[in-house]
């Protein structure tokens, strides 16, 4: 990624706003999906960034495939800042092994979700209600932004896979922990299509999303 000026942000290039003004999660995925329903909090800065625990180093392919991802998503002319850390964490990255199913990642996101009686309401973490969106969209009232997010790969349909294609899904996976859908509408060259694919990092498709969900200074252009 390079601009013609910038300035640098935990050794990123940012432009200057002044010059540049789950392989799915729980629920299917409409054809014209784009996004799941809701985000994380973003104030329209320059970074959007999220801590993520890599809990794959057991299995050193798959803990260089989400490293990988998350450094796929940062390298975009988006706000994502996915970085890691040994503490508490936005996202958990982890693996499974899992011969009931034959999927290769699922995605699980959290919110604050308000319930309320006749005698008062409080606020519960809750798994959020998956949708598929063809525009950003709030959960609902009785919903927070994102609190917490995992992802997880499953060593038993991916061990045999390249390291391409686990960085491929992971890189995907990613993608859905920060609130993108499926993308087809119909044929968009995106890494949030499923299955195999020529390529294993987001497209310019997939910041385009990516800055209408949270925008702010970032602003990638249509593409598809």
């Not at 995605?107 to 950003?136: D, M, R, V």
């Not at 993308?183 to 390529?199: E, I, K, R």
Request: charged content about 10%.
């Amino acid at each position: 990624m390079s601009f013609v000026s910038g300035i640098t942000s935990r050794t990123r290039r940012l432009p200057i706003v002044g010059l540049l003004l789950l392989a799915t999660v729980l629920t299917p995925m409409a054809a014209s999906a784009h996004y799941l329903g809701g985000s994380w909090a973003y104030g329209g800065g320059f970074l959007l960034p999220l801590s993520y625990q890599n809990q794959a180093g057991g299995f050193p392919a798959y803990s260089s495939a989400i490293v990988q991802g998350a450094s796929n998503w940062y390298s975009t002319p988006t706000p994502s800042d996915l970085y890691s850390t040994g503490g508490s964490a936005n996202i958990i990255a982890n693996t499974v092994w899992d011969t009931s199913s034959s999927y290769w990642g699922v995605t699980h996101l959290y919110a604050g979700q308000q319930i309320c009686f006749f005698f008062g309401c409080f606020t519960i973490n809750s798994e959020i209600p998956y949708g598929a969106y063809t525009n950003p969209t709030s959960l609902g009232s009785a919903w927070t932004n994102y609190w917490s997010g995992s992802i997880t790969l499953n060593r038993a349909t991916l061990d045999v896979e390249s390291d391409f294609t686990r960085i491929k899904v992971a890189t995907h996976e990613l993608g859905h922990v920060q609130g993108l859908g499926h993308a087809y509408t119909p044929n968009c060259t995106s890494v949030m299509q499923q299955g195999y694919l020529a390529f294993n990092r987001p497209q310019a498709h997939d910041s385009y999303d990516f800055d209408r969900l949270y925008p702010g200074y970032w602003s990638a252009p249509y593409a598809c």
